[in-house]
């Protein structure tokens, strides 16, 4: 069976790996010279590493992990304790440390406890209010989707303080939207996750670029068995055979046309809106896919003469737009620079800020960065790189769950794998690799049913 996979980024390259393993002729198609979508990386002029996002891997990502270490691919990352540490004007660092020794949920209550930006009351009303959560299930949270997490934070009795300081920042570093603005269902997802594993918090990076260290591996064990990664080839439209119910090729922006027996998209679910025929409108599957709007985000590197933070972890502030940020020269071993600072900005909510200049919008960071870490005044900035994304991963935003479609479509041989489709975890790079085995249980079930099969008269253009 011949599989055109558009879209090489997590989901992609999971689909493609699995499927060429079990001996489909595979052709991954990416519209970017980079592979790695949300989670790519490329080199300047300089030869420093400009990566497209922060990238921030938990415990909890079974999938990923397990789809890694099956693949020769386990020593990726470089692990961190599991800490959310936060910076502030008013209090410096502060950190919710996990306590290693305490059984699950005791050990994260116990590090909301010592938590010192928030008082005793603070505390108690949190530990409180989480307690439905922590000791609810799926089905629960699920049910929360209507609600954004500050309304339901507040009818809990948690209180403003403990979203202001630390939920607002949880959101953000989640899906770039504060509580006010994201599904309960988001947060609580992460929290459940966190209250019933023990390793679910701990917190890991790429050990540098995950383009060198995942993704050309990867295109190399594809390529290796068979399969065609080819980047630089962008979709533009579908083929359809509206009385076949089939889709009969992919049209490239150079003119040429790919066809095979299974089509999938990878792509985010803004990019598959743009090329869905519109015959398709007819299906409230595709038609739904409307209300699933990628946020924005914007991802700043700061190169500076001299180490600033001196933090080994990821950082996260209360009440600026610097979410959460890392001196990636400190948590990748391969970007060590010899004492000097590479500080990595996740810049969020980002909606009224990626319009500005570079200049104004590198002064506007410096300015946060500064309140944060006042020893930054004294650092000479040697340059800087900027990443706007308009649309990112989808927002989670109450009451548009509902919408996300299944991996198989009303199209017989057209299926769909991206953390926005239908899957129990969070728009991450695990949810893209959760939606990715599905599509593939899909693809394997059509097969088996027959719904599907081998068209042998389609040859290959372009």
């Given at each position: 069976?011949?599989?055109?996979?558009?879209?090489?980024?997590?989901?992609?390259?999971?689909?493609?790996?699995?499927?060429?393993?079990?001996?489909?002729?595979?052709?991954?198609?990416?519209?970017?010279?980079?592979?790695?979508?949300?989670?790519?990386?490329?080199?300047?002029?300089?030869?420093?590493?400009?990566?497209?996002?922060?990238?921030?891997?938990?415990?909890?990502?079974?999938?990923?992990?397990?789809?890694?270490?099956?693949?020769?691919?386990?020593?990726?990352?470089?692990?961190?304790?599991?800490?959310?540490?936060?910076?502030?004007?008013?209090?410096?660092?502060?950190?919710?440390?996990?306590?290693?020794?305490?059984?699950?949920?005791?050990?994260?209550?116990?590090?909301?406890?010592?938590?010192?930006?928030?008082?005793?009351?603070?505390?108690?009303?949190?530990?409180?209010?989480?307690?439905?959560?922590?000791?609810?299930?799926?089905?629960?949270?699920?049910?929360?989707?209507?609600?954004?997490?500050?309304?339901?934070?507040?009818?809990?009795?948690?209180?403003?303080?403990?979203?202001?300081?630390?939920?607002?920042?949880?959101?953000?570093?989640?899906?770039?939207?504060?509580?006010?603005?994201?599904?309960?269902?988001?947060?609580?997802?992460?929290?459940?996750?966190?209250?019933?594993?023990?390793?679910?918090?701990?917190?890991?990076?790429?050990?540098?670029?995950?383009?060198?260290?995942?993704?050309?591996?990867?295109?190399?064990?594809?390529?290796?068995?068979?399969?065609?990664?080819?980047?630089?080839?962008?979709?533009?439209?579908?083929?359809?055979?509206?009385?076949?119910?089939?889709?009969?090729?992919?049209?490239?922006?150079?003119?040429?046309?790919?066809?095979?027996?299974?089509?999938?998209?990878?792509?985010?679910?803004?990019?598959?809106?743009?090329?869905?025929?519109?015959?398709?409108?007819?299906?409230?599957?595709?038609?739904n896919l409307k209300h699933l709007?990628?946020?924005?985000?914007?991802?700043?590197?700061?190169?500076?003469?001299?180490?600033?933070?001196?933090?080994?972890?990821?950082?996260?502030?209360?009440?600026?737009?610097?979410?959460?940020?890392?001196?990636?020269?400190?948590?990748?071993?391969?970007?060590?620079?010899?004492?000097?600072?590479?500080?990595?900005?996740?810049?969020?909510?980002?909606?009224?800020?990626?319009?500005?200049?570079?200049?104004?919008?590198?002064?506007?960071?410096?300015?946060?960065?500064?309140?944060?870490?006042?020893?930054?005044?004294?650092?000479?900035?040697?340059?800087?790189?900027?990443?706007?994304?308009?649309?990112?991963?989808?927002?989670?935003?109450?009451?548009?769950?509902?919408?996300?479609?299944?991996?198989?479509?009303?199209?017989?041989?057209?299926?769909?794998?991206?953390?926005?489709?239908?899957?129990?975890f969070l728009a991450s790079i695990?949810?893209?690799?959760?939606?990715?085995?599905?599509?593939?249980?899909?693809?394997?079930?059509?097969?088996?049913?027959?719904?599907?099969?081998?068209?042998r008269e389609v040859v290959a253009?372009?």
């Amino acid at each position: 069976m011949r599989v055109i996979i558009a879209g090489a980024g997590p989901a992609g390259f999971v689909v493609a790996r699995t499927l060429v393993e079990r001996g489909h002729e595979v052709v991954l198609l990416e519209k970017r010279a980079v592979p790695g979508g949300k989670v790519s990386a490329w080199q300047d002029a300089d030869g420093d590493w400009i990566e497209s996002g922060l990238h921030v891997f938990f415990g909890a990502y079974h999938n990923l992990l397990d789809f890694l270490n099956r693949y020769g691919l386990g020593d990726t990352f470089n692990w961190k304790p599991a800490e959310m540490i936060f910076a502030s004007e008013r209090h410096g660092l502060a950190g919710i440390s996990f306590v290693p020794w305490l059984p699950v949920p005791l050990n994260g209550l116990a590090g909301v406890a010592k938590f010192t930006p928030l008082t005793l009351g603070d505390k108690l009303r949190m530990g409180l209010g989480l307690l439905r959560p922590i000791f609810g299930d799926q089905a629960y949270v699920d049910q929360q989707d209507d609600e954004s997490y500050a309304s339901w934070h507040l009818r809990h009795g948690m209180g403003q303080r403990s979203l202001d300081e630390v939920m607002h920042t949880m959101s953000l570093a989640l899906n770039f939207l504060r509580a006010d603005q994201v599904s309960a269902k988001l947060p609580l997802t992460a929290m459940l996750h966190f209250a019933h594993e023990k390793q679910a918090p701990k917190m890991a990076l790429v050990k540098g670029s995950p383009d060198t260290n995942i993704w050309r591996p990867l295109i190399r064990q594809i390529e290796g068995l068979g399969g065609r990664v080819e980047l630089g080839h962008k979709l533009v439209g579908i083929e359809y055979d509206e009385a076949a119910n089939r889709v009969t090729g992919f049209q490239l922006e150079d003119g040429s046309t790919v066809t095979g027996d299974v089509y999938v998209s990878a792509m985010p679910v803004h990019n598959l809106r743009k090329v869905l025929p519109a015959s398709w409108r007819k299906f409230a599957y595709f038609d739904n896919l409307k209300h699933l709007k990628g946020a924005p985000v914007i991802t700043m590197q700061l190169f500076f003469d001299r180490q600033i933070a001196g933090v080994d972890n990821l950082l996260f502030s209360a009440g600026t737009h610097l979410s959460v940020y890392a001196d990636m020269a400190m948590v990748a071993p391969e970007y060590h620079t010899g004492g000097r600072s590479i500080m990595q900005f996740v810049v969020a909510p980002a909606e009224t800020l990626i319009t500005l200049p570079d200049d104004e919008l590198v002064r506007f960071v410096m300015d946060e960065f500064v309140r944060l870490h006042p020893v930054a005044r004294e650092a000479r900035l040697l340059k800087h790189t900027i990443v706007r994304i308009p649309n990112s991963v989808y927002q989670a935003r109450p009451g548009v769950d509902k919408y996300r479609p299944d991996q198989a479509s009303p199209v017989s041989n057209f299926f769909l794998a991206g953390d926005y489709t239908r899957q129990h975890f969070l728009a991450s790079i695990e949810g893209a690799t959760i939606s990715a085995r599905r599509c593939v249980e899909r693809i394997t079930e059509a097969l088996a049913s027959g719904t599907i099969a081998p068209a042998r008269e389609v040859v290959a253009a372009g």
